[in-house]
């Protein structure tokens, strides 16, 4: 099965501030099915991206994705202060599905 | 609007059977995979399986085959994870989630249930 590293594990930013964060697989991802998701403590995950760069239904264009192949980022322009959170990327190319260890962002 | 809405919080010994549900709303229930996720204790996500409705077609991902049973029942909407013998280690929060994709196994998913507080404990 695909592994999906994630880094950082933490990151400390201020609100208005770009975060940048990584998503690498341990094999190619097949036509970019790369997801991601926000999730806040004491809530289900919520879907932010599909296809590596598409945004879901409301999400906010400060969320924007890229990437190929192995490497994918999230990038969240801006920061606004319900941005705080832990971030999963997810992969769907190939079963089964699998998910990133997660990354934090957290106030500084 | 399509709604996941799961099953209540369990609190159970080691040793015993438990069947937890997701109930699909607002959608063509029978149409689109549903995947279960656990999330351990201040862990992260991982997908245990994914079932269609349509004809309880299901694929279990390798760590989970054999540990868990999932299902369904395409009359009442509802999908269910069951164990046979539950462990201390299988107290973790269980979320059903839908694949945005109809009739996708490989999708992404958007729409989570709110998730089932499994606890199991002596």
């Known amino acids: 099965e695909i592994v999906l590293t994630q880094s950082p594990g933490t990151l400390s930013l201020s609100p208005g501030e770009r975060a940048t964060l990584s998503c690498r697989a341990s094999?190619?991802?097949?036509?970019?099915?790369l997801a991601w998701y926000q999730q806040k403590p004491g809530q289900a995950p919520r879907l932010l991206m599909y296809?590596?760069?598409s945004r879901a239904t409301g999400i906010p264009d400060r969320f924007s994705g890229s990437g190929s192949g192995t490497d994918f980022t999230l990038t969240i322009n801006r920061l606004e202060p319900e941005d705080f959170a832990m971030y999963y990327c997810?992969?769907?190319?190939?079963?089964?599905?699998?998910f990133g260890g997660g990354t934090k962002v957290e106030i500084k | 609007e399509v709604q996941l809405l799961q099953s209540g919080a369990e609190v159970k010994k080691p040793g015993e059977s438990l069947k937890i549900s997701c109930k699909g709303s607002?959608?063509?229930?029978?149409?689109?995979?549903i995947t279960w996720v656990r999330q351990m204790p201040g862990k992260g996500l991982e997908c245990m399986g994914i079932i269609y409705p349509g004809d309880s077609d299901t694929r279990y991902s390798p760590s989970f085959q054999g540990q868990v049973t999932i299902s369904a029942d395409k009359s009442i909407s509802t999908a269910f994870l069951q164990w046979g013998s539950l462990k201390a280690s299988d107290t973790a929060i269980y979320y059903c989630a839908r694949h945005a994709r109809m009739g996708a196994t490989l999708s992404y998913t958007d729409s989570w249930g709110q998730g089932t507080l499994v606890t199991v404990s002596s």
């Open positions: 094999q190619s991802v097949s036509s970019s099915h």
């Open positions: 296809g590596a760069s």
């Open positions: 997810q992969q769907y190319g190939s079963s089964p599905n699998t």
């Open positions: 607002g959608y063509s229930f029978n149409s689109y995979w």
